[in-house]
């Protein structure tokens, strides 16, 4: 990308939004990437940052639908597959970001919607 921006800063700046998953599923931790992403002008910060933000909103969609799963009794069996994937897969953004800072990471099995 542009060797004009601060690589350290890219580097936590990045990390900082894939990491606000593990505040709490509330508004609060998808406001620090919403934040980030219109703050800031570095472009791969604005990649990652929105790639978080969007893993935010699936992870929200994902357990609102296995919520109404559990109503009818099967939703339990895909409760513990979120969680692992909604703490693994920004564990492996935050490595990204700190060993490639000059690349965004996207996440896998997500939609996009920003």
Not at 48 to 73: D, P, Q, R, T
């Amino acid at each position: 990308m542009d060797a004009a921006f601060d690589s350290d800063k890219r580097r936590v700046l990045s990390a900082l939004s894939h990491g606000s998953i593990f505040l709490s599923q509330l508004l609060f931790s998808a406001g620090l990437p919403a934040a980030l992403w219109i703050i800031s002008d570095d472009p791969v910060v604005k990649e990652n940052s929105k790639e978080a933000l969007n893993f935010h909103l699936n992870i929200w969609v994902y357990s609102f639908i296995i919520g109404i799963l559990c109503w009818l009794l099967i939703g339990w069996l895909f409760v513990i597959p979120l969680l692992i994937f909604q703490w693994v897969m920004p564990i492996f953004a935050i490595l990204h970001s700190f060993s490639t800072p000059d690349s965004a990471f996207k996440y896998l099995f997500i939609l996009r919607f920003l």
